[in-house]
């Protein structure tokens, strides 16, 4: 299956070229002709290196991977109004309480990350819990368009099941959901500010790009989630290389008590440093955010890079020794897991805008 992206940018090839219309001089990243990062925008060649590569060198057999899947409490989930949590359902999946509201991150319940659903990257791990099997889901978060964090399929039955649902995405999605029949949607730019009952969401910077065709290549914008109320602050990256937007998170918005950060699809690192972090990086950016505790996310559910299935976790590992850090401050769970957050929780005077 080494020539499947292949096929999948061919096959996806399928949008003609349109004018950038979010063209802003006023701001950095919104360029002339499509959206930018904050600090580095150079090429980001060698991906038809990369495929040549996976096409004609041998590589070692792989450990084995068969990850322990945990039978969710859905019933707590469905009936939780009080306590915050976190459940990683996969991959990049998870769902979070805070105050009564249920927000459902970069939710993929398909079994292939793909425009087509008989090709491409094939869920390896099983779902611990069906979408059926969620609570009434109050938001969804997006972070960018690749497959592997905007589902078509999930996002309909989503909208399908609760037309009260509100879903936020990075600029230039919007009309994406639209025309599958999601009708309440709100695009944000980053550092945009939403109010979701007592929850303020805000959209933040990330080093990474967009592209869901041969044609759309950085023609939607895309970013991390920041979410406050007024107990905890939570942060998803969404999918992100290593820059100094977390150090600016931090600033603008404070310190984090319990962050979302990617730990997967990270070899080679040639071509994927620039938008994908490693473990190491990973633990960096807890130590830039301060966060009192940090998950593993984007790992152990797709086979989307280089590296063995069961690496990030022996590379963080390290990562953590390597600045003698607890491993209880940047912990992975187990699919379909359920995390209490009190312990994690503070008393913030208001929610801060």
Known sequence: MKWVLLFIL???????????????????HHGENQFLNNYDNSPKDGFWKWQWERLTS??????????????????????????????????????????????????VFSDRVSPVSFMGPKRLVPLPFEISDLPAIDVVLVSHSHYDHLDLPTLRALAQRNSQTLFLVPLGNEALLKSQGIKNVKEMDWWDET??????????????????????????LWGGWYVKTSRLHVFYSGDTGYSRDFQDIRIKLGEVDVALLPVGTYEPRWFMKKQHVNPEEAVQIHEDLKAKLSIGVHWGTFRLSDEAMSLPPVDLQKALEAKNLDARVFRLLKHGEILKLKNYERVYAEVPH
Request: aromatic share 10%; proline share 8%.
């Open 10 to 28: 061919v096959f996806a090839g399928v949008s003609g070229c349109q004018s950038f219309r979010y063209y802003d001089p006023n701001k950095a």
């Open 58 to 107: 041998s590589r070692p057999p792989e450990p084995p991977f068969h990850p322990e899947i945990v039978k969710t409490d859905t019933q707590f989930l469905q009936g939780n109004r009080q306590e915050s949590t976190l459940t990683w359902i996969g991959h990049s999946t998870s769902l979070i309480q805070l105050s009564g509201v249920n927000i459902l991150m970069d939710p």
């Open 195 to 220: 109010k979701v009952k007592d929850l303020t969401v805000v959209l933040t910077p990330a080093q990474h790009w967009s592209q869901r065709s041969l044609f759309d290549h950085n023609k939607s």
